[in-house]
Structure formats: C-alpha cells, structure tokens
C-alpha cells in the first residue's frame, strides 16, 4: 500500500441558499465577526446573506472590503488593524481567491506575530482565529485547502503560505452567487480549477485520495469549460463550484507544480490573471508530459474523455488571442522558476530549457 495521510477539517456545506438556511453553523465561531470581502459580494448577494445569517444568530460584524486582487501584506495588515480594533474573534470570508486567501493570512496572523520579511519563513504554530468561507467564484478552492498566496515584493513574485491552521471550519458553496459572475472572471478561473485538478493528478506528492478528487473534479468541469464563455445556467454554475471545490481538495493533498510556479512571474510582472497564466502554461505541461511518458497523462485524458490535442483545442478557444512577452523576459523567467519549489513536485520534471519551452509555447513562439 502507499503510505499516504489525508486531512480535511472544512466542513462542506452545499446547496440553494445553504448561508441563510443552515447559517446557525456561525454560531460556534465566536461573537463578532470580520468579513473580509472585495466590491463584488455586495453586488451578487453574498455579502447581504452573510449579514443576515449572523443577525440571525445575535452575532455582530464589521466589513473589511478593501481586499484587491493578488493581495499584498500591506492589505493583510490592514484587515488585521480592523480585526483587533473591531475586537471581532472569527473571521468570515466571501468572494473569491483574494478576500478568501487575504482572509486567511489575517486569521492566522493576528494570532501569530511574524515580521514582514518573516511571513512567508514558515514554521507557523498550528493557531488561527477560525473561519467560514463563501466562494463566489468557481477556481480557487481555496475554502478546502490550507494555502494562502500573498504578493511576496520583496521577491517580486506572489509566494503561498501553508498551515494545517488555514482550514476554514466551514465552506458554504451555492452557485446562485456566480450568476452576475463577468465572463472574463468566469473564464479564468474555470481555467484555474482545471489546472489545480490536471496539476495535481502530475504532483509528485499525489495520493490516491488526492487522485480520486482530481479526477472527478476533472470528468465535471472539463465539459463545462467552453461554457464558461457563454451564459452558463444556474446548475452548471452549481457543477463548476463543486468541481472547483474538489481540485481544492486535490491541491490541499498534493500541492501544484511547474504551471503555477511559472505562472507567478506572469501574474507578477504583466498583471495576467492567476488562472490565466496557469491556462496558458497547461498545455505545455501536457505536452512535456506526453514526451516523457508520465503516467498520470492517462488518468487526464481519460477523466476528461477527450485527446491530448482536443484539451489542447479547448484551452486555446478559451484563452483567445495571447499576450506578447519578450523572449528575453520569458528567458529571465525560465531562470526564475527553477527555483520555485513547485518545479520539482512536477512529476513532468522539467529542466530550465524545458521551462523555457513551456513559456515560449504559452505565448506562440517556436523554440530556436
Ligand atoms: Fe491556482
């Protein structure tokens, strides 16, 4: 047998109107809250639901909406200063991957002093004000896993955190939230969950529980993906919340590899969104894999019951007219990423050339 653990401490809860109608859940968490949001929750009805659940239960709340994408520690520090003057003692988190990772930075570091230049050492205790999460979009799945990407300057790259202490202790899922979602928005981040789940199946540090997530996130989400392009129904948004859920489960198990290691210099450096950039460098990955023969190719192709190219195919209807990188910033990249840890969780190990290729493939140009 493989020797493997799984945790997963985040209870789950599904469902129409899940926050309102099974919102006493909040009641164990503490008095008062903070909710850490960006603009959009108040617009898709998120945020008033939230509101309403606590009232419900006598609990009170101050709203921290100040969250941007790719959050920085500045914004962390800010919620923290609002926390501690709010004397709130549990942290509720709506919105996608920057309130819900920005959420978690703060909950683990208003308990835990750290320096700036300290934050992303490591070696955390295992204590974080506890937390709930609301997703309102389908990629990250960061309400499942015990990650937080933060914008790292000091490094000039965005840089994750990780604690067993990140859990959320609830996730409600309900794809009503998504329906005023942007298409560019929906887009991206389908592309991101489908990375998170084909990355995993290529980890290193794949288990078979990891798998089993990874691949029925994929037999999901793959078929929806050219819908996210268009007006998906209410149902589809449900499906694509669920299956990006399950490559959050996949991820917390496994880690990511090469795609989002690189894709942090896109994100960092040309403002690409996070799920685009690991949308452009996927391909690349399959491909590499294909050439060096990597098992877990099968297990993708097979769960999205399509071909190597047809994947291919879909990713590129998706992503639509590329970017223009300069080879020799894409050359400074390929340097860059060798030393992101994710580089070698890739079961695809690729070398720096390869990395290279993989940039260069991402933006349309041949390898010379
Ligand atoms: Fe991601």
């Given amino acids: ?104 930075a703060i909950a683990m570091l208003a308990v835990q002093e750290r320096a700036d230049e300290e934050i992303f050492s490591g070696g955390y205790a295992d204590r974080a004000l506890p937390m ?23 490094a000039q790259t965005k840089t994750s955190i990780s604690s067993p202490a990140m859990f959320p202790r609830l996730a409600f899922l309900d794809g009503k939230y998504m329906e005023k979602l942007p298409t560019m928005s929906a887009v991206n981040t389908a592309l991101d969950a489908f990375s ?22 994929l037999r999901i989400l793959y078929p929806l993906l050219p819908q996210t392009a268009g007006t998906p129904a209410l149902e589809e948004r449900d499906a694509l919340l669920y299956a990006s859920m399950l490559a959050g489960m996949a991820i917390a198990q496994s880690g990511t590899t090469a795609v989002h290691g690189m894709g942090y210099s896109l994100t960092y450096f040309y403002g690409i969104d996070h799920g685009r950039a690991n949308g452009l460098l996927l391909g690349g ?48 990249f390929a340097r860059r990423a060798m030393s992101n840890k994710n580089i070698k969780k890739s079961a695809y190990e690729p070398t720096q050339a390869e990395v290279l290729a993989m940039y260069l493939n991402a933006f349309c140009e041949s390898v010379s």
């Fill in 1 to 104: 047998m493989q020797s493997f653990s799984y945790f997963m401490p985040t209870k789950v809860i599904c469902g129409r109107d899940c926050v309102r109608g099974q919102g006493a859940l909040l009641k164990e968490l503490g008095a008062h809250a903070l909710i850490v949001t960006g603009k959009s929750s108040a617009k898709n009805g998120a945020l008033a639901d939230v509101l309403a659940a606590l009232e419900a239960n006598g609990q009170t709340a101050t709203v921290f909406d100040r969250v941007t994408p790719n959050p920085t520690i500045a914004c962390v520090r800010e919620g923290i200063a609002l926390l501690m003057a709010a004397g709130a003692d549990f942290i509720v988190a709506v919105g996608g991957g920057s309130p819900m990772d920005a959420a978690k």
């Fill in 132 to 154: 709930a999460h609301v997703p309102t979009t389908a990629g990250t799945g960061s309400e499942v896993t015990p990650y937080a990407i933060l914008t790292n300057d000091a």
């Fill in 196 to 217: 998170h789940a084909a990355e995993s199946l290529l980890s290193r540090s794949a288990t078979p529980m990891s798998g089993m997530l990874a691949k029925e996130s």
């Fill in 285 to 332: 990955a399959l491909r590499l894999s294909e050439k060096k023969n990597v098992p877990a190719l099968q297990d993708i192709l097979a769960a999205c019951a399509d071909t190597l190219g047809g994947i291919c195919r879909t990713l590129d209807a998706l992503l639509g007219e590329r970017e223009h990188i300069p080879r020799e910033r894409l050359e400074e």
